[in-house]
C-alpha cells in the first residue's frame, strides 16, 4: 500500500495542473527516456491484437489502420507497415513523438513476435534502414505514415471513410465520458462502412500498476466529489466508466458489437462477454462500492482490462 499511496502524492503534487502535469511528461519521458519500456510493452501486445482481429474477421493486407493516442515512440507505424504493409494514420491528443526513440521502436519492431503467413522478410528489411534516419519525421515520411498531434477528441484531421481500423490501447480510460463520445462519433465519420473498432480500455485504478496490494478497482469506492477533489487532475484522472458504460457509448454512437473480451485476475486471461467469470477475483468488495456503482454486475466488478471490438454498419456511409 505505501507504493501505491506515495505513487499517488507524487502524481497528485505533479498533476495539479496542466503546467506541472507537462513538466512531469517532460522529465520522465524526454529526459529520463521512460518510453522505452514502452515500447517493449507494444512489442509484446501487438502480436495479441494481430490475433484478435484476425480471428474476427478483420481483412489486414494492405488495411488502412489508424492508431490514436499512438504515444511517444514511432513504433505503430512499424509495426502496420509490417502487418499490412503499410503504415498507416497516428493521431495524438497529448503524446509527442521524439527523436530518441527512433532506433528503439525499430528494434522493436523488427523483433515482434507476428505470424509466420505475412511477408514479414522483406517488410523488416524496409525497416532496417529508419535506424539511421535523421529524425523520428523523416522516418515516418519515408514510410509514407501520417501523424497528426495536438488533435482534439471531436476534430480528428482524418478523411470520412478513410479507414479499415482504429485501434487504441490503454488511453480511453483517461477520457472524460463527454470526450470519449465525441471522439467515438469521429471514428465512426473516419470509418469507411464495415470497418472496426478496437480499445483496449484499462478498468484498474491507476495506483494498481505501481503496487500490486491496492486494490484494483479501489477506484470505485470514492463518490464522484471525493474522486475529483483526490484524483481529479491530469495525471490520476480515470473516468471510471464501468465495461456496460463503455459498451453504451458505443452503441450510442452507432456501432454494432462483435465481441467484448474481459481480461480477469489474478490469470491475466481474456474472455469473451457472456463466458462466466468465476475464476476472476473481485476488483473491490461490492459492500465498499460508492453509491454510483451498486448496480454494477458480477462480471464488470471480476473485470480489470476489456477490449472492446465494434463495427460500423455495412450499410452506413459517412
Given at each position: 500500500m505505501i507504493r501505491a499511496i506515495a505513487k499517488g502524492a507524487l502524481f497528485g503534487?505533479?498533476?495539479?495542473?496542466?503546467?506541472?502535469?507537462?513538466?512531469y511528461r517532460t522529465i520522465t519521458r524526454e529526459w529520463m527516456g521512460s518510453q522505452a519500456t514502452h515500447v517493449d510493452k507494444l512489442q509484446r501486445a501487438w502480436p495479441e491484437y494481430v490475433d484478435v482481429w484476425r480471428a474476427n474477421g478483420v481483412e489486414l493486407d494492405q488495411a488502412d489502420v489508424w492508431i490514436h493516442e499512438g504515444g511517444w515512440t514511432p513504433f505503430p507505424f512499424f509495426a502496420n507497415h509490417l502487418v499490412t504493409g503499410k503504415p498507416g494514420f497516428v493521431t495524438n491528443r497529448g503524446g509527442r513523438m521524439l527523436d530518441r526513440y527512433l532506433a528503439r521502436a525499430v528494434n522493436g519492431a523488427i523483433a515482434c513476435g507476428l505470424p509466420d503467413d505475412l511477408p514479414l522478410d522483406e517488410r523488416r528489411r524496409d525497416l532496417e534502414p529508419m535506424r539511421w534516419a535523421k529524425s523520428v519525421g523523416d522516418a515516418i515520411g519515408d514510410l509514407g505514415g501520417v501523424l497528426h498531434e495536438g488533435v482534439a477528441a471531436d476534430a480528428i484531421p482524418l478523411a470520412a471513410s478513410s479507414v479499415d481500423l482504429c485501434h487504441t490501447g490503454g488511453t480511453l480510460e483517461h477520457y472524460h465520458p463527454d470526450e470519449l463520445a465525441a471522439l467515438l462519433r469521429e471514428a465512426k465519420r473516419v470509418l469507411r462502412p464495415g470497418g472496426v473498432m478496437s480499445h483496449v480500455f484499462d478498468h484498474r485504478d491507476h495506483l494498481h500498476h505501481a503496487d500490486a496490494s491496492w486494490p484494483y478497482l479501489n477506484h470505485y469506492r470514492m463518490s464522484d466529489i471525493s474522486y475529483r477533489l483526490f484524483c481529479g487532475g491530469p495525471l490520476l484522472y480515470h473516468n471510471r466508466l464501468l465495461p456496460r458504460e463503455v459498451a453504451g457509448l458505443f452503441e450510442e454512437a452507432g456501432f454494432e458489437k462483435i465481441v467484448i473480451r474481459r481480461m480477469m485476475l489474478p490469470s491475466r486471461r481474456y474472455v469473451d462477454d457472456g463466458?462466466?467469470?468465476?475464476?476472476?477475483?473481485?476488483?473491490?468488495?461490492?459492500?465498499?462500492?460508492?453509491?454510483?456503482?451498486?448496480?454494477?454486475?458480477?462480471?464488470?466488478?471480476?473485470?480489470?482490462?476489456?477490449?472492446?471490438?465494434?463495427?460500423?454498419?455495412?450499410?452506413?456511409?459517412?
Open positions: 503534487g505533479f498533476g495539479i495542473t496542466s503546467t506541472t502535469s507537462r513538466l463466458t462466466p467469470m468465476d475464476e476472476g477475483t473481485f476488483g473491490i468488495q461490492r459492500s465498499r462500492l460508492a453509491d454510483r456503482f451498486q448496480d454494477a454486475s458480477d462480471d464488470d466488478l471480476r473485470t480489470a482490462a476489456a477490449h472492446y471490438l465494434y463495427r460500423k454498419p455495412a450499410d452506413e456511409i459517412g
